[in-house]
């Protein structure tokens, strides 16, 4: 079967550091996404993962452990604006990628 | 430049009705995808076509009909829709001579129907 695991919701201050973790189960890997997505709006690419190890860029970081089927994403100096949906999704082959559940992160001031 | 349009924004229609969504892109993806997402949940892939070919139908009822008239358009056809397809009608591209398969999502379209 294909799983994804994200926690529903989050909460963090402006200005602090979230990590937004994900675990997979998979039929098949080909690389780990992480999407933004506002309300009611198209999730937009934030980062990719294939091998394992973290992946910065600007304010994001993301982190890919194959063998634990893990990944997370993290967020540095939290800014109102990045309040939003934050999916985690696997490319399983093909034109396939099984999104999970989003995490709705709340950023208070 | 990542953008890819999705027309029209809203749609109310009645379950009688044919309508239909569209979606283009200038960024020269040859894969394009259709995915319906319900309040609080993850997209969920109905379509995919291939160099303007069908190579997905996730067993989509047949009121939804898609068609791809050529490598920048791909269109939605609805019709005799329920209640329950009511959601958020995401349209994205790819290129598929990458294997990173990185997808760019239009704004989609919100889909009411009464």
């Known amino acids: 079967g294909q799983n994804i695991d994200q926690p529903t919701e989050m909460t963090a201050t402006e200005g602090a550091i979230v990590q937004i973790n994900c675990t997979y189960q998979t039929s098949g890997f080909n690389g780990l996404f992480w999407y933004q997505q506002h309300a009611g709006e198209a999730p937009t690419f934030l980062s990719y993962?294939?091998?394992?190890g973290l992946e910065e860029k600007g304010r994001f970081s993301s982190f890919l452990s194959r063998s634990k089927g893990y990944s997370y994403l993290l967020l540095k100096e939290l800014q109102m604006k990045d309040s939003a949906s934050y999916l985690c999704?696997?490319?399983?082959?093909?034109?396939?990628?099984?999104f999970g559940a989003g995490t709705r992160l709340f950023v208070k001031a | 430049d990542t953008e890819v349009t999705q027309t029209p924004k809203h749609l109310v229609m009645g379950m009688t009705n044919k309508k239909s969504l569209k979606c283009e892109q200038h960024?020269?993806?040859?894969?394009m995808y259709w995915y319906k997402q319900k309040a609080k949940k993850p997209p969920e892939l109905m379509f995919v076509?291939?160099?303007?070919?069908?190579?997905i139908n996730e067993s989509v009822p047949s009121r939804f009909s898609p068609e791809c008239p050529n490598s920048s358009l791909l269109n939605l056809h609805l019709h005799a829709l329920q209640p329950e397809d009511s959601a958020l009608y995401l349209c994205a591209s790819s290129d598929p001579s990458l294997a990173k398969n990185i997808q760019y999502f239009g704004a989609g379209t919100r889909l009411s129907v009464l």
């Open positions: 960024m020269g993806h040859r894969a």
């Open positions: 076509y291939s160099y303007e070919k069908l190579s």
């Open positions: 999704a696997v490319h399983t082959g093909g034109f396939k990628t099984i």
């Open positions: 993962n294939v091998l394992d």
